[in-house]
């Protein structure tokens, strides 16, 4: 058990629908990183929350939001989905800003689009 | 392009043979970390180096990190089929602190009996 936790592990969806995937840091983490992985590109930066407040934008499709609440747990939104959607979406968190040594990453959330 | 280039894509290898994966860039990296990932898990943190020429070992593996700061190997002595998985390697920018860890495509390693 990595201490970041991932909810729920699988999830199948139709085209078109929202989805809600949830994370929770390491206890004493304040970053929160959402990344997207898929067999063709790897692992891509979605975006990053420090302690409340975005922090950095990576390759996040507008149909895609996030946030990160006060007691630091963290939601991804995914909306209007399309088949390209499908793929492993991990969240990691760190203690400071910049993840400089090292982040802990989640089991994972399977987002299955049909 | 990949900011991160990762050789070779796939490797297989009876147990007991030693092995070199490597990660190269044509950036600068103020850290270079390597993870290990197996089937239906996330990445887990093997170790971080930040100075170059840095070279770190964790029992059968050794780290090193380049005197530029470009780029990383990996070397597993002895491997064994335990050490089978995704090999990841991952950097923080010089300068760009902000823009979250950037990862290679990773190494698939498979160490048969």
């Known amino acids: 058990d990595s201490g970041v936790t991932q909810t729920p592990k699988h999830l199948i969806t139709a085209t078109g629908q929202r989805v809600t995937l949830r994370c929770s840091p390491r206890s004493g983490d304040l970053s929160v990183y959402w990344y997207q992985q898929s067999l063709d590109q790897g692992l891509q930066f979605l975006i990053q929350?420090?302690?409340?407040?975005?922090?950095a934008k990576g390759n996040i499709l507008e149909r895609f939001s996030a946030q990160q609440f006060p007691d630091l747990h963290s939601e991804l939104n995914l909306s209007s989905l399309e088949l390209g959607d499908s793929a492993l979406y991990f969240c990691?968190?760190?203690?400071?800003?910049?993840?400089?040594?090292?982040?802990?990453f989640g089991s994972g959330t399977r987002l299955t689009v049909v | 392009t990949q900011l991160l280039e990762q050789s070779p894509q796939f490797l297989s290898i009876q147990e007991g043979e030693n092995l070199t994966v490597y990660c190269n860039s044509s950036s600068v990296f103020s850290s270079l970390q390597w993870y290990r990932q197996e089937p239906g898990e996330g990445p887990v943190l093997l170790v971080t180096?930040?100075?170059?020429?840095e070279v770190k070992k964790l029992k059968r593996l050794t780290f090193q990190f380049g005197d530029a700061r470009k780029d990383s190997s990996l070397h597993i002595t002895a491997a064994q089929p335990g050490d089978t998985g995704l090999y990841l390697c991952a950097g923080v920018r010089s300068g760009r602190g902000a823009d979250g860890l950037t990862f290679g495509k990773g190494t698939h390693l498979i160490i048969q009996p």
């Open positions: 990691a968190s760190s203690v400071g800003g910049q993840g400089s040594y090292g982040y802990t």
């Open positions: 180096v930040v100075t170059g020429g």
């Open positions: 929350y420090y302690n409340g407040e975005e922090r």
